[in-house]
């Protein structure tokens, strides 16, 4: 499963709750679209790819400075890098500038796989050099036109494109399986770090203004009550009670990701749902204790109910 970066959660988590201004709702667009056209890819490749590939889905490597990569894949015959673009309207390349509408883009489009390759090739030198290294553009957008009417130095797949390139990934190890993918992937392990850049901190100002409380997880409202094992929405929605206490901790988790959970805090974004004993006991049960007592704090897993909690099952259900 691709996870969306903390901050694509925290702004969702944000605006879902009244908070943030205009740059957040742009910048959750655009992130929003961005994952996207990278969960798109993904559904490609697992249609067309080959069941043995390693794919590491949204890494940050660390090899002579650090890189974002959207998707890795190591085949038998090399490491292969895409840079996923998720455009929705028409682009063109022309003279080394990018267009759109007639206006001048302020930024290259090319420039981020660039620099992820320089790092790439520095990682791949360390790794002895075995095996192809690529980097390639996709353009996933279905409503998106791009035109590059240059030539680059960049490998370019449109969305037209992306079932023949997996079948010409599938092709070249065919021909040239000269890696052993396990100890590859192990090896580009070695250079992966946790993403650097974390959302910026909510002070208890800009948090005592959202809407707390649970969230519908189907239509997202606030008008939910609580029976005795369920939360009943007004859209219909029901979910086990425990569920959406566990969700909400979530939420709240990467809504304030530089903090622990205190017990106490975390009863008051609830708004009562739960007794206080029961809280205490879900929090016991779920998430690493840190300390004890009256002030209890346990470990923030920063990450939504999906991403933490994704094997559990509920009796409710
Ligand atoms: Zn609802």
Redesign the pocket.
Known sequence: MRMKTLEHQWLEMLCGRGGGGGKDVQDLKRLAAGFEGECELDRWLGEFGRPHWKIFKDIWIDAGGTTQIDTLIVTGEGIHVFDVKNYSGELEYVDGKWWSGGRRLNKDIFIQLKRSMEKMGVMHHRLGGRGRLTGRIVFVGEHGRVHVKDAVDVEVVMRHDIRRMIHKLIDDEQWNDVLDIGETARLVEDFMIECPYKPRELDDVEFGRLRWGVR?C????F??LAKRYHIE?????VEPKEKAVLRTICEYGVLRHERDLKINEVERFLGGIVSRRRLTEILRKNFKLLVGGKYAKHENPCAEYQYTFKNKRFRYD
């Open positions: 519908c189907a239509c997202g409202g008008g939910v929405c007004g859209c219909g929605h």
